[in-house]
């Protein structure tokens, strides 16, 4: 297994005018983080125009776990969890969305698995969804579609809940639309070791969804062929190690 640099979960929670859920969200990531001695919540603001800020502001004068990074306006999902990303103080990086739909009780498996496995990415997929069946149908398609022309077999990479290694998201491109291509951006950057395990999905109660089919279809035709084209021309060189060195000299 890979050396563990430290032993920090840094969760990554990308919100936009989610107020009604960023309290009980984190109560919830208190109690399934209970086990683990070393953890930090860093919670995105994406622009928020609500009283999600100040809840959260609330949240982090009453307990040390709670790190807020605030964006100077809207920039996307992507961008939240690559501020995220780069902010994270741990070595093992966990990200869930702000809508109170995944279940942070999934969170200790994912850990496990990736350290147990010494996997690069533990992504999540939801054994049973909790959407109407247009956004189920809709979902599966862009996944087999998706996976057709990358060559992947992520069987849901719409779910955001996951365990990743820092070092494996690092250098990935950043762009809008990311979040739906991190196993294979991941595997481009050369960290291939993923898995996926199921993890509890709900239905959500309070709020309302940012994201529908007419808001993510076509523009998500149209990131795949980026994505492609990233898989022919991107590159991440590698220095050799002082150990791959020595065995030449």
């Not at 990554?12 to 989610?18: A, C, G, H, T």
């Not at 149908?137 to 998706?146: E, I």
């Not at 991190?182 to 950057?189: G, Q, S």
């Amino acid at each position: 297994m890979s050396e563990i640099k430290n032993n920090i979960v840094s969760i990554i929670v990308p919100v936009r005018d989610e107020e009604e859920n960023v309290e009980s969200l984190f109560g919830e990531i208190c109690g399934a983080m209970s086990q683990f001695s070393a953890w930090e919540c860093i919670w995105v603001d994406d622009g928020s125009t609500d009283g999600t800020l100040g809840k959260l502001k609330s949240l982090m004068s009453q307990n040390a776990h709670v790190r807020i990074l605030e964006h100077s306006k809207s920039f996307g999902q992507s961008a939240a969890l690559a501020s995220g990303f780069r902010a994270a103080r741990g070595f093992v990086v966990v990200t869930l969305d702000g809508d109170g739909q995944n279940d942070p009780a999934s969170i200790p498996a994912l850990i496990d698995t990736l350290r147990s496995g010494d996997f690069d990415m533990v992504n999540g997929w939801r054994e049973k969804r909790h959407d109407n069946i247009i956004r189920k149908l809709s979902s599966k398609a862009a996944n087999s579609f998706r996976n057709f022309m990358t060559g992947e077999k992520i069987r849901d990479v719409g779910c955001a809940l996951r365990a990743v290694k820092k070092e494996a998201v690092m250098d990935i491109p950043v762009f809008k639309g990311m979040h739906r291509f991190l196993p294979t951006l991941v595997r481009i950057a050369g960290h291939e070791k993923i898995t996926e395990i199921p993890v509890r999905h709900r239905p959500r109660v309070k709020g309302q969804t940012k994201y529908g089919v007419s808001n993510r279809l076509w523009v998500g035709i149209y990131d795949i062929f980026a994505v492609i084209w990233m898989k022919s021309r991107l590159v991440f060189p590698k220095l050799k190690t002082q150990a791959d060195s020595a065995k030449k000299t």
